[in-house]
């Protein structure tokens, strides 16, 4: 069965960096979009960033763009968020998602979550 | 971007009853709706998917509808494992959004 394992996360200060894994198995991770889903506490949840199938296309949320990077290693079947500049805001649960489909789809399966918390 | 708003913000209704819940969108989005359940504490898990579908081993007791910037999710008799957050979700455009989530909780 497809299984998301998120990893990473932890207590950043404002500015600084922060690299977040998704291991995916059960699936064949080179056919299908992925896309990071995240959460601040006690809100609703917010989309951040999507990688196509075979990693030519990507999109961003306007909140990330320029400060987070997506990107996938089909060799190591591992999604990443590369998250730079981070600020108090960006404090949330960060969840990998599976789309349904390459392209696009709604989001399938997802991960347990990361917690990344931005704080002095 | 296109927005969604859901109502209620919050369903108090009690086991076996009905649950209908609204999303509207700020443009027309087609099909191009999903629908998820969150419990405290768990991910987000796909119910519905293009409006109407409903994802495998979704309970038939799940069904959805609309087209355009109207559209619906009913729940036709509550179950206790059915109280929970949902969320409107949409795949016209880039970026994705999200509707800010219904609460069913118990009456």
């Known amino acids: 069965q497809v299984q998301l394992v998120e990893s990473g996360g932890g207590v950043v200060q404002p500015g600084r960096s922060l690299r977040l894994s998704c291991a995916a198995s059960?699936?064949?991770?080179?056919?299908?979009?992925m896309h990071w889903v995240r959460q601040a506490p006690g809100k609703g949840l917010e989309w951040v960033a999507f990688?196509?199938?075979?990693?030519?296309?990507?999109f961003y949320a306007d909140a990330v763009k320029g400060r987070f990077t997506i990107s996938r290693d089909h060799l190591n079947n591992t999604l990443y968020l590369q998250m730079n500049s981070l600020r108090p805001e960006d404090t949330a649960i960060y969840y990998c998602?599976?789309?349904?489909?390459?392209?696009?789809?709604?989001?399938?399966?997802w991960g347990q979550g990361t917690l990344v918390t931005v704080s002095s | 971007e296109i927005v969604l708003t859901q109502s209620p913000a919050t369903l108090s209704l009690s086991p076996g009853e009905r649950a209908t819940l609204s999303c509207r969108a700020s443009?027309?989005?087609?099909?191009?709706l999903a629908w998820y359940q969150q419990k405290p504490a768990q991910a987000p898990r796909l119910l519905i998917y293009?409006?109407?579908s409903r994802a495998p081993g979704i309970p038939a007791r799940f069904s959805a509808s609309g087209s355009g910037t109207d559209f619906t999710l009913t729940i036709s008799s509550l179950e206790p494992e059915d109280f929970a957050v949902y969320y409107c979700?949409?795949?016209?455009?880039?970026?994705?959004?999200f509707g800010p989530g219904t609460k069913v909780d118990i009456k």
């Open positions: 443009q027309s989005i087609s099909s191009y």
């Open positions: 059960g699936f064949t991770f080179s056919a299908y979009g």
């Open positions: 990688m196509s199938y075979g990693g030519s296309d990507e």
């Open positions: 293009d409006a109407s």
């Open positions: 979700q949409q795949r016209s455009n880039w970026p994705r959004t």
């Open positions: 998602a599976k789309d349904r489909w390459n392209y696009g789809g709604p989001f399938d399966s």
